[in-house]
């Protein structure tokens, strides 16, 4: 039972245009999101998290986006750069900070 | 800060061998976290520790893996013994305090470990 869904396996993008990433999940208990970037023989680095009382967190070119009603987070980033070329994974947390991932999307932006 | 240091980077070991995974978390982080990631797959939860006691170990296979951290700082995870579909990525990551509250969790490189 996938918890936490990332429908697109793969993006791509051209360099200077908007990123969105999308991730659906179905328990109503998680509270707490986040999204991980990871490189090809790195592990996952922590980008941006996102609580369930808020609908949007900013960071710089990185936003998340959470609509609770459609069990939906999304992660926008713009402009897009070459070095954004990665594996973009989005988790979820209730009470005890137990992660759930998805199984991630391949981002590609292209120059 | 130092990150998350795990080792070794990579393993090649035969089924029915045994391995061990060393990990030292965040110098002040309480809460360690192990992962075994499959290819294609995002990471799964295999255990967490807080300080040096288990919070959750409910996707552990206890008949084959175990896990320690002794002394509340530095993990070990042992395979054995190690089957086929063993072969992933075990990753280490740690946070602050679990009691505070939700923290973002911070990831080591991991241990690719391959069965033949």
């Known amino acids: 039972d996938q918890q936490v869904k990332q429908n697109s396996p793969s993006l791509s993008v051209q360099e200077g245009r908007i990123s969105i990433l999308n991730c659906d999940y179905t328990n109503s208990m998680f509270d707490y999101f986040l999204w991980y970037k990871k490189y090809p023989a790195e592990g996952p680095t922590f980008l941006i998290s996102?609580?369930?009382?808020?609908d949007k967190n900013e960071d710089g070119r990185f936003t998340v986006f959470l609509n609770k009603s459609a069990k939906h987070l999304s992660l926008h980033i713009v402009p897009s750069q070459p070095g954004d070329s990665a594996v973009y994974f989005c988790a979820a947390a209730e009470y005890g900070n137990k992660l759930v991932f998805g199984a991630g999307t391949i981002l590609r932006v292209k120059s | 800060e130092a990150g998350v240091a795990q080792s070794p980077r990579y393993k090649i070991i035969e089924k029915r061998q045994s391995v061990a995974f060393w990990c030292n978390p965040i110098?002040?982080?309480?809460?360690l976290y192990w992962y075994q990631q499959i290819l294609g797959q995002g990471p799964k939860l295999l255990i967490q520790f807080q300080n040096n006691g288990v919070v959750d170990d409910s996707q552990l296979p206890k008949d084959r893996f175990s896990a320690e951290r002794l002394k509340g700082v530095d993990s070990t995870l042992k395979i054995q013994p190690a089957k086929l579909e063993d072969s992933a990525v075990y990753l280490c990551a740690s946070s602050l305090d679990q009691d505070r509250g939700h923290q973002p969790q911070h990831f080591g490189d991991g241990t690719r470990l391959s069965i033949l």
């Open positions: 996102i609580s369930s009382i808020k």
């Open positions: 110098s002040g982080h309480a809460t």
